[in-house]
């Protein structure tokens, strides 16, 4: 009884969220309609694992190329804040994230962003105009070419074909095992970008891009060349059978590849988000310095610089007060990758955090710009004076 309970207290729970989630998306059309292409739903309520604590993240594709893109830039912000003054007004749960641009959601699909494509894969949208849906069905289907969806549906099935081999004919044992060490090599190179080889080629590609840069040993790229030279002579029928021993030796071998590959691309993954929370971490840095320095408050102490981050930008007004929570949270993750500990990071804060820093890095150009002209107009009037006190010598 009481999980029965239990089970309709979720039900009521996620049924009011969605209920404010479909009055926010109401309100957002009367705003923008024309600009929206999206109302997403992701996070905890669409996986099942919410409380009733969590916050309803709410994510909006929005259409930059009906408008000049300078013109964006300019009213983004304001966009986010009139969005986030919305959703307040109608249930503190909802979050909506900042506006993701349609141009710079194909970019991060390109660029192969893992969270934009959990958005896919896992939002719920609760407006579409016929763009989202279909690009999930898309992805379901692996038909996005050099994406860690495509790399993942080939390596989906490949312990199931090393399975299916133990107890087969000769050329199934082949084609299987032969189909999941191409499979996971194609996969390793889609990963890093490149279009998958074909097998006539795969060898020299795994060689150049993955044995060369040192990702992986010379040992997997000749047992992926052996077994591509045992497929060719069972399909020519130059070999016709196999010894219990033989096929044994070659599974062996195709799990022992499967797992190289896996583990590499796992630590490609790794390196990436410790390359973006570096980024990250460098640009906050640097940009807030400069920001500091333009209206001479850069503190002497580098490690004062959090206090007067707090003090001179965010309390003062100068920034949005949102920067105040990204500063910190860009700072412990740089702490977490010193640790090495960045696993425990979740691969939306990486993503969201970068995006707010370029949009800090918008902000502090302004500041600057606006620090900087009180000195060129000074300057002006002193040439001017200069030359009027010449005219008035000369007569």
Avoid: C
């Avoid at 190329?65 to 007004?89: Q, W, Y």
């Avoid at 958005?119 to 407006?127: D, H, L, N, Q």
């Avoid at 030279?229 to 069972?234: E, G």
């Avoid at 807030?288 to 003090?311: D, N, R, T």
């Amino acid at each position: 009884m009481p999980e029965a309970i239990g089970t309709k207290l979720k039900k009521f729970s996620v049924e009011t969220r969605l209920e404010s989630v479909n009055k926010f998306k109401d309100k957002l059309l009367e705003m923008f309609k024309a600009y929206i292409k999206a109302v997403i739903v992701w996070g905890s309520i669409t996986r099942g694992d919410f409380t009733g604590k969590s916050d309803v993240d709410v994510y909006i594709l929005f259409d930059d190329t009906k408008m000049p893109l300078k013109k964006f830039d300019e009213i983004r912000d304001r966009i986010d804040r009139d969005i986030a003054n919305v959703a307040r007004s109608i249930d503190p749960r909802l979050h909506p994230q900042p506006v993701i641009a349609l141009t710079e959601f194909f970019t991060n699909v390109r660029a192969v962003n893992p969270f934009i494509y959990n958005i896919v894969r896992e939002g719920y949208a609760v407006y579409d105009v016929g763009f989202f849906i279909p690009m999930r069905k898309l992805l379901e289907k692996g038909e996005f070419p050099i994406t860690p969806e495509a790399a993942e549906m080939r390596m989906e099935f490949v312990p199931k074909r090393i399975s299916r081999v133990k107890n087969v004919k000769l050329l199934m044992v082949v084609d299987d095992l032969y189909q999941a060490m191409v499979d996971a090599a194609q996969a390793a190179l889609m990963f890093l970008g490149f279009v998958p080889s074909p097998p006539k080629v795969l060898v020299r590609d795994v060689k150049r891009h993955l044995v060369e840069p040192g990702l992986l040993e010379e040992k997997y790229a000749k047992m992926l060349e052996e077994m591509i030279v045992l497929r060719k002579a069972s399909e020519k029928k130059e070999v016709k059978e196999l010894k219990g021993s033989e096929v044994d030796e070659w599974i062996k071998k195709t799990e022992d590849f499967v797992e190289r590959i896996d583990k590499l691309l796992k630590k490609l993954e790794s390196e990436r988000k410790a390359t973006d929370i570096q980024k990250n971490y460098e640009v906050m840095i640097k940009a807030s310095v400069a920001a500091l320095k333009a209206i001479g408050k850069l503190p002497p102490e580098p490690e004062k610089l959090p206090e007067a981050f707090k003090k001179e930008l965010i309390d003062s007004g100068l920034v949005s007060q949102v920067y105040g929570d990204i500063f910190p949270k860009v700072i412990a993750m740089r702490k977490a990758l010193e640790d090495k500990k960045i696993e425990n990071v979740p691969d939306r804060d990486v993503w969201m955090a970068k995006e707010y820093v370029r949009r800090f890095v918008s902000d502090v150009r302004g500041i600057i710009e606006r620090a900087s002209a009180p000195e060129t107009k000074s300057e002006s009037k002193t040439e001017e004076t200069s030359k009027r006190e010449e005219k008035q010598k000369k007569k």
